[in-house]
Every structure is written in C-alpha cells, then in structure tokens.
C-alpha cells in the first residue's frame, strides 16, 4: 500500500528557514513525479514545486523562486523542500503528491497527481 507521510512543518519567524520532508513507502520515489502543495487558509490549493521521475527537472511556483528547493533522497526513498527566506504569505498547510507517469516535464497539475500525503502545517509569524 502506498503512503506519503508530511513532516518537519512547525512555526518559523519571517526570513527563517524550514526543511519539510515526504517520507514515501509502498513506492519508489525515482520512479515517479513528485510534488509538493500547499493550501492557505480560505485559498484553494496551489502547486510549489515538483520534480520528474527522472529527477532531471523541477518546476517551481514563480512566488518562491530562489527560495524553495525541491529534492530527493532515493536511498531514504524522501521527497524534501527546504524553504528559506520564510514569508508569513507562505504561511499554509504543505502537502507531499506523487504521480505515475514519466514525463519530461512537470507542471503542478494537481488532477495529474496520484496520491497524496495527509499535509503537515508550516507557520510564518514573528
């Protein structure tokens, strides 16, 4: 059985930094894409960044360019996203997503994304 567990949210002050990790078990994350989304409060939910399969590629959301960086672990079988330069507009419950499907290019589709972990809350505010 497939499962995505979120964890490493919590309260951080503005311009700190958060690493979130996706623990992934009943799959290999090299063998799909990954993602990560997030959904503030009264917002739907958006797409931050993702990798293929390949992990050659990513894409990430414009408003956390240079900021964010997606990553992956295949010997822990770990999807991360390490937030730097914290904003309280960052502020949302972030979601880990996998997808089967071996793309050359992701695009934070989220009616493409398969599964999806439980979320995990990151804070922002000082």
């Known amino acids: 059985q497939l499962h995505l567990v979120e964890s490493g949210g919590g309260l951080v002050q503005p311009g700190g930094s958060l690493r979130l990790s996706c623990a992934a078990s009943g799959f290999k994350v090299y063998y799909y894409e990954m993602a990560w989304f997030r959904q503030a409060p009264g917002k739907e939910r958006e797409g931050v960044s993702c990798?293929?399969?390949?992990?050659?590629?990513?894409t990430t959301l414009d408003s956390v360019k240079g900021r964010f960086i997606i990553s992956r672990d295949a010997a822990k079988n770990t999807v991360y996203l390490q937030m730097n330069s914290l904003k309280p507009e960052d502020t949302a419950v972030y979601y880990c997503a996998a997808a089967r499907n071996n793309q050359d290019i992701c695009d934070l589709n989220y009616d493409a994304m398969d599964y999806w972990g439980k979320g995990t809350l990151v804070t922002v505010s000082s």
């Open positions: 990798i293929i399969s390949s992990g050659s590629r990513s």
